[in-house]
């Protein structure tokens, strides 16, 4: 379960459309023209702690200026720092203006790096793209072996088992061809002496029956 089923926390699904009490009228919640608009509010209580001779609209579009400037600022400080952890494929897309350090140099093996993550992901693999004049292929991530570990524990004996079981499996695979099926052999073997017994024994009744007509055959002549 997700925490914030855990929590309790259920989700209620917003109108895009409210009733705004200052216009008396139904408004967008965000956007153009939404509902309760700073600048569509008339009358702005006092404060205590309000300056006198102050405008309250103009604070209010300073302080909201102020707001959106900070976040801005926030943002990409965040995306600077993380600069260092982020891939370089990446680090190329954040943007760099507004933050105070220096933009890193990216090197030649960097950018073969991005430019081999863009080949391979296209359908055939950056098979079929075009070449760039003395562009090198994309260097193609090995596979990492799996040793088994030096001091046996518990379960290593069933990992060797199976590691052995599936290279004799291939190796059974690749030459299943070449290897006698016994008792294939033994069911030929055996159909073909009965085939030599019935046709021995047809062999002997046609000489027997030509021995019994042969005496029948001199009486009439």
Do not use: C
């Amino acid at each position: 379960m997700l925490n914030w089923l855990k929590k309790g926390i259920q989700k209620r699904k917003k109108d895009k459309i409210v009733y705004d009490e200052t216009t008396d009228q139904f408004k967008r919640r965000h956007g153009y023209d939404r509902v309760n608009d700073d600048n569509d509010i008339p009358i702005i209580e006092a404060k205590a702690t309000d300056e006198p001779g102050e405008d309250p609209f103009a604070k209010r579009l300073d302080d909201k200026k102020k707001r959106v400037g900070k976040q801005e600022k926030n943002r990409l400080q965040n995306l600077a720092a993380k600069a260092g952890a982020l891939p370089s494929h990446v680090q190329l897309a954040l943007p760099i203006s507004g933050t105070k350090t220096q933009p890193q140099k990216i090197g030649k093996e960097a950018l073969g790096d991005v430019a081999g993550l863009a080949a391979t992901s296209t359908a055939s693999g950056g098979k079929f793209d075009k070449k760039v004049p003395g562009e090198k292929p994309p260097k193609k991530q090995g596979k990492h072996h799996k040793y088994l570990p030096v001091v046996p524990r518990y379960g290593v004996v069933d990992e060797e088992k199976e590691q052995t079981n599936k290279v004799l499996s291939k190796l059974l695979s690749k030459h299943s061809h070449e290897i006698l099926n016994v008792g294939k052999a033994i069911n030929i073997y055996n159909d073909k002496k009965e085939k030599k017994k019935s046709g021995r024994s047809d062999k002997l009744k046609a000489k027997k029956d030509i021995t019994k007509k042969k005496p029948y055959a001199n009486k009439a002549k």
